[in-house]
């Protein structure tokens, strides 16, 4: 009999249990209890109240409602742009109260790129101006998230000669370039014609499957919704406050899809909708 034969196994039952990484178990991104408010000319404006969630790393999470709901300003407020009246919002337990280059944004503007810089040039000066990176290194990276939204060709192009589709890459190939915690995207497709807004969504998804980026995304639409987020978090109308979350998981064809999407559809919808009064 050798050695190994020799050898008393414990029990699988009495073998240790891993002990999880609390790490990988905590949010990336925790908002509680969040209450926005803004002023208007003639009104003090709440624009959600006591919103709740969670964003984990790698996570595509949609914030999905009706205009008004306060998803964009929500996004405003977790970029560092406007505080809560009432709750926190907090990344990697940090409370913020700043925007900062852990944070990205991505807009639906076609001018938030910097119309007298090249495409490289308008990534590099995000990685240069932030501190983040400079010289050749800074050049170097952009290039690479260039490559990777596919304008390589047009590297040294400026916006004015680029479709929307193309501008939408260029701000993205930005964004991802600081490598962020976490990237905010406020409905970034949304003036694009449909099949460019199609493609521009595969691609994103491309892009989450080569690099597992952690993404907020803002949207109106339920298919777009359902085809970008793994989950999925529902407002209310005005003001803001949290209805459903859901798994989605990027099922936007098919049974399943359609399922999620009637869902969807029929939670924001639930409620009835109060007639203004008509003023003679």
């Not at 990484?21 to 009104?43: E, F, I, M, S, W």
């Not at 501190?131 to 004015?160: C, M, N, W």
């Not at 190939?173 to 962020?180: D, L, W």
């Not at 499957?209 to 639409?221: A, E």
Request: with cysteine; net charge negative; charged share 25%.
């Amino acid at each position: 009999m050798g050695v190994a034969d020799n050898v008393v196994r414990a029990p699988a039952a009495a073998r240790p249990t891993p002990v999880p990484n609390p790490a990988a178990l905590a949010p990336l991104l925790d908002v509680n209890g969040v209450t926005l408010q803004y002023k208007t000319r003639d009104h003090l404006v709440t624009a959600t109240y006591r919103v709740d969630f969670q964003v984990f790393a790698s996570d595509r999470f949609i914030l999905l409602g009706p205009s008004g709901c306060g998803k964009s300003t929500l996004l405003k407020a977790v970029g560092g742009y406007m505080k809560p009246v009432e709750g926190h919002i907090a990344l990697k337990g940090r409370e913020i109260d700043r925007p900062g280059p852990e944070r990205m944004m991505v807009f639906q503007e076609f001018d938030q790129l910097l119309p007298w810089k090249t495409v490289k040039q308008n990534v590099t000066f995000a990685l240069t101006a932030s501190g983040k990176s400079r010289g050749s290194a800074a050049e170097k990276q952009a290039l690479y998230y260039i490559e990777k939204v596919g304008l390589t060709k047009f590297a040294d192009s400026y916006p004015h000669t680029l479709s929307g589709g193309m501008k939408a890459r260029v701000a993205i190939a930005r964004g991802m370039a600081m490598e962020p915690d976490i990237l905010l995207m406020d409905e970034p497709f949304a003036a694009l014609d449909a099949l460019t807004r199609r493609r521009m969504q595969d691609e994103l998804l491309r892009l989450w499957d080569d690099t597992r980026f952690t993404v907020l995304f803002v949207t109106h639409s339920i298919p777009e919704a359902v085809k970008i987020g793994n989950r999925i978090l529902l407002l209310s109308p005005h003001p803001g406050q949290v209805k459903a979350e859901l798994n989605s998981n990027g099922h936007d064809e098919g049974e399943e899809g359609e399922r999620l999407s009637d869902r969807i559809h029929a939670l924001l919808f639930a409620d009835s909708v109060e007639e203004e009064p008509v003023h003679d």
